[in-house]
């Protein structure tokens, strides 16, 4: 049956950020959707049917550890996530004073983190002949910010960011080709802008922007991931899925 697809029973995830604003919507999901998750993060986050493991992205023992002490009890990882999103206390500051160090540091937690995530995750998934990676980019991985959203606000879209989330996308690319032949498939999930109690300015110019013409909902991102981690995807790999409301389509 085709709706069976979707399902993910047997399977075993896990989702690196899975306290935070997306990840937590898509922890639920992951289980709701009847999978054996896992949230891997360095703040503690629980939900009902899932259950939290200490792990720093940052840290290779930190993520070696998280992976060996699952597949311990589960005897695998079918499904990983890469939805983390660990930042330097000035990563607001605007692009004309951002200290090098502080790029630096950014793209090395960020970036470098999600790196270390999958190269790991992936020789497990070689062992098994099969796997998934999704990885989380952005719009602004794709395209240039708007800046006139933010306009009479204090938030911006930092400088590092786009580097980031670029190079993400492309390293989704790279990883699906050069793991195809093991099974393993690798895509990305580029959300829009999500709603997080953002200044009422700047969410009616982003919503004036969008062809949807509204902010996305956390909730929004779940079950694209569902069909990326399902069967239901079974040939697609290297795919940089857009759930943006129709941002990137102007």
């Known amino acids: 049956m085709f709706p069976d697809r979707f399902l993910l029973k047997n399977k075993v995830a896990v989702v690196t950020g899975g306290t935070g604003l997306i990840g ?34 940052t840290d290779i023992d930190s993520i070696k550890s998280c992976i060996d002490t699952i597949i311990s009890k589960e005897k695998k990882i079918d499904i990983w996530i890469n939805c983390a999103f660990p930042k330097t206390d000035d990563w607001a500051t605007k692009f004309e004073d951002i200290k090098y160090e502080s790029w630096k540091k950014n793209v090395d937690i960020h970036m470098n983190g999600y790196f270390l995530c999958c190269q790991q995750i ?3 998934m070689k062992t098994h002949k099969g796997g998934v990676i999704i990885n989380f980019g952005s719009i602004y991985g794709i395209v240039g910010p708007d800046f006139s959203v933010y306009e009479g606000t204090d938030i911006t879209m930092p400088g590092a960011y786009s580097v980031i989330k670029g190079g993400i996308v492309t390293f989704t690319k790279y990883l699906a080709t050069y793991y195809a032949k093991y099974g393993i498939r690798v895509n990305c999930i580029c959300p829009g802008g999500i709603y997080d109690n953002q200044p009422e ?34 040939y697609i790999t290297g795919h940089i899925l857009m759930v943006d409301g129709g941002w990137t389509a102007w």
């Not at 289980?31 to 992205?57: C, K, P």
């Open 24 to 57: 937590k919507s898509v922890v639920i999901g992951l289980a709701q959707a009847r999978a054996t998750v896992y949230n891997a993060d360095i703040l503690e986050g629980r939900a009902s049917d899932v259950e939290w493991i200490y792990m720093d992205i």
């Open 201 to 234: 300015s700047f969410v009616k110019k982003y919503s004036k922007r969008t062809p949807l013409r509204r902010m996305g909902e956390p909730e929004e991102m779940v079950c694209p991931v569902i069909f990326l981690a399902s069967d239901a995807s079974s």
């Open 122 to 124: 992936a020789e497990h």
